[in-house]
């Protein structure tokens, strides 16, 4: 059963700390996608990557946040120096996307993040 | 740019049926989606149209009119288990932009016994 995988699952962190996101799309995808989840703001595109290379990171704030694809099997989302305003659910999702047709996006089980 | 609207919550009793509606503003749109993530959970993915119509599966249909921007999702024969958050989704049209998608705020669900 292939299911994208997201670790740590669960990270309390102090503000200023680095802090690093890993996520195992499903093999064989070829779009990765993070996303973060607040109250407030809901669900937003941070970046996304297609064939590893990234299309879009519009939605993530440059001075903090980067997100890379090291291999086929990795993707990572970087906060350094993180804050209190990052505490929230960061999700990974992958799909196998071509244009023409519609292919849903499988999302990972999240990172809950608190930044204290 | 984009903009999706949908009602924030919808409270119904087991076994009746819930139309969650969802108008959208796109300057390009290729299809509307419906996911369901339950509390703590992730999103999963429920329907999708490209077309107008309805699109049946299971207990869950979907409904997409182009022509009115509009599109619903509509649950059967509610069950405790479907107490959850539903957002539509609108697919980007841009080329460079294949597999984006656009959430809506979410609509929570409450079924009551």
């Known amino acids: 059963d292939a299911r994208v995988t997201q670790t740590p699952r669960h990270k309390v962190t102090e503000m200023g700390q680095e802090v690093t996101m890993r996520c195992q799309p499903i093999l064989g995808h070829n779009t990765v996608f993070w996303y973060r989840q607040t109250m407030m703001q809901g669900l937003e595109l941070l970046a996304y990557?297609?064939?590893?290379?990234?299309?879009?990171d519009s939605g993530m704030p440059k001075d903090r946040f980067s997100a890379e694809m090291p291999d086929a099997t990795l993707a990572t989302l970087k906060i350094q120096p993180s804050e209190p305003r990052d505490s929230a659910v960061y999700f990974c999702a992958s799909g196998q996307v071509g244009q023409g047709s519609y292919n849903e996006q499988f999302f990972g089980p999240g990172t809950r993040l608190t930044v204290l | 740019g984009q903009s999706l609207e949908q009602p924030s919550e919808v409270t119904a009793v087991e076994g009746a049926i819930v139309q969650i509606n969802c108008t959208y503003q796109?300057?390009?749109?290729?299809?509307l989606s419906w996911y369901q993530q339950h509390d703590g959970g992730a999103p999963t993915f429920l329907s999708y149209?490209?077309?107008?119509g309805l699109e049946e599966t299971g207990r869950f249909s979907s409904f997409l009119s182009r022509s009115d921007s509009y599109g619903y999702l509509l649950l059967q024969e509610l069950q405790m288990k479907d107490s959850a958050s539903y957002f539509c989704?609108?697919?980007?049209?841009?080329?460079?932009?294949?597999?984006?998608?656009?959430f809506g705020a979410g609509t929570q669900v409450v079924v009551t016994p």
């Open positions: 990557f297609r064939n590893r290379a990234p299309l879009d």
């Open positions: 989704a609108v697919r980007d049209l841009s080329t460079d932009s294949w597999g984006k998608l656009q």
């Open positions: 149209n490209a077309l107008d």
């Open positions: 796109t300057s390009g749109f290729y299809g």
